[in-house]
């Protein structure tokens, strides 16, 4: 009788007045996604995985991702602590975005993403050390090869 009273009660109690909160269909801020994008400036400008930088504050490298992609919010707290492990000021974070109140609305380049996260990459940050260790000169000569196999003749030519 016991089993049959508790499926009944399960079966008509009420739903959760409290549900987990769902951001699945709403659109991530531009200002977290511009946020996350400098937190990876300043955590690979630091010569820090995400493993190292989530060791220092306390977090998996998993959530350091979400914070960088913008799609988990930081908190005023972590983003203070997130700051120390870099030894970075906490307005760092918002270089570039318009004052608030001026109209003007915090816009982000998808090209600037994507950039940012090739340079995130171990390949992305040994292809700028060889290219670094070129004297200028062959810099030069060799960002116009690469523009020549990209198919951006016009512009290997201006340079």
């Known amino acids: ?33 511009h946020v996350g994008q400098q937190l990876r400036i300043r955590r690979v400008h630091s ?27 930081i908190s005023a707290s972590m983003l203070y602590d997130i700051a120390g492990g870099l030894n970075v000021p906490v307005g760092c974070f918002f270089d ?10 915090a816009t982000v380049a998808p090209e600037a993403d994507e950039r940012i996260a090739y340079l995130a990459t171990a390949e992305g940050r040994r292809f700028v050390e060889e ?7 062959l810099r030069t000569r060799t960002l116009a090869v690469i523009r020549a196999i990209a198919g951006d003749e016009d512009k290997a030519e201006e340079d």
């Open 131 to 137: 290219m670094l260790r070129l004297p200028p000169k």
């Open 47 to 73: 010569n820090l995985s995400q493993t190292e930088l989530g060791q220092k504050v306390g977090l998996s490298y998993q959530q350091v991702q979400k914070y960088e992609s913008g799609k988990n919010r």
């Open 96 to 105: 570039g975005l318009p004052q608030p109140g001026s109209g003007e609305s």
């Open 1 to 33: 009788m016991h089993d049959r009273v508790t499926k009944r009660f399960i079966g008509k109690s009420q739903p959760n007045a409290f549900p987990a909160e769902d951001r699945s269909n709403q659109v991530t801020h531009r200002v977290d996604i």
